[in-house]
């Protein structure tokens, strides 16, 4: 995996009552394609593959809000992904059960950006 000590140690001072649910989506992408890789962008952890995929919102609590800042771009059919706007699209995971119910669909949405830009 890549991970970016940089990130490691912002999620490590981070506060959030859903934190274990968003160490659970950053390890669903790192693990999902080896090229992607992490930085802090906007006060979030953003994960990028030739360009932003994605950015964890941390100021939603309710749930880990995951946006995907040019999502109507990834090829293919996925579930996970709401919205229809012009560019960005997002998905929400509520707990670590909806993160291992939709782990197959996350790791799919990133190999699809990651084999798009390749």
């Known amino acids: 995996m890549n991970e970016d000590p940089e990130v490691s140690a912002w999620l490590d001072a981070l506060e959030h009552p859903r934190k274990d649910v968003i160490l659970a989506v950053r390890h669903v992408f790192l693990e999902a394609d080896a090229r992607i890789t ?3 962008k906007w006060q979030s952890p953003t994960f990028m593959y030739k360009g932003n ?3 964890i919102d941390p100021k939603a609590k309710r749930h880990v809000a995951v ?4 999502g109507a771009e990834i090829p293919g059919q996925h579930p996970l992904l709401e919205g229809d706007g012009k560019e960005a699209r997002y998905a929400r995971f509520g707990d670590l059960g909806a993160v291992d119910r939709g ?3 996350l790791a799919a949405i990133v190999r ?4 798009s830009r390749s």
């Not at 946006?67 to 040019?70: E, S």
């Not at 699809?112 to 084999?115: E, G, N, P, T, V």
Request: hydrophobic letters at 40%.
């Open 103 to 105: 782990r197959s669909g």
């Open 112 to 115: 699809a950006w990651c084999d």
């Open 53 to 55: 995929l994605a950015s």
């Open 38 to 40: 992490e930085t802090i």
């Open 67 to 70: 946006l995907f800042h040019r």
